[in-house]
Nanobody
Framework: QVQLVESGGGSVQAGGSLRLSCAAS????????LAWYRQAPGKEREGIAN???????FYADSVKGRFTISQDNAKNTLYLQMNSLKPEDTAMYYC???????????????????WGQGTQVTVSS
């Protein structure tokens, strides 16, 4: 079992920055693909960044160059540094985990059985 708890969301003006954290309770002997997804009101949940055990990363075009995913294995924590935020980044942000040795270079929500409860990010213009 994997438990995920997000934090760090909030309200920020356009152009600002936020860093999300996801504390993960998971086995240190397994290999994981970790990801950040987001869901805006009335829209489907979309994948925006993923990272594997070798720190290989993949980003959606909508956040590439602005967001950075990283992990601290010693702290069992996943991060999402978000810079140059735009109003269209407003959404509930979720972290997700899958017991996989690698991440796909695309986002398939069905791959991830473990999800956090989400943290809200609101960007005002």
């Amino acid at each position: 079992q994997v438990q995920l708890v997000e934090s760090g969301g909030g309200s920020v003006q356009a152009g600002g920055s936020l860093r999300l954290s996801c504390a993960a309770s998971k086995s240190s002997s397994s290999r994981y693909c970790l990801a950040w997804y987001r869901q805006a009101p009335g829209k489907e949940r979309e994948g925006i960044a993923n990272i594997d055990n070798n720190d290989n990363t993949f980003y959606a075009d909508s956040v590439k160059g602005r967001f950075t995913i990283s992990q601290d294995n010693a702290k069992n924590t996943l991060y999402l540094q978000m810079n140059s935020l735009k109003p269209e980044d407003t959404a509930m942000y979720y972290c997700a985990a899958a017991v996989l040795g690698y991440c796909l270079r695309r986002f398939d929500i069905a791959v991830f059985p473990y999800w956090g409860q989400g943290t809200q990010v609101t960007v005002s213009s």
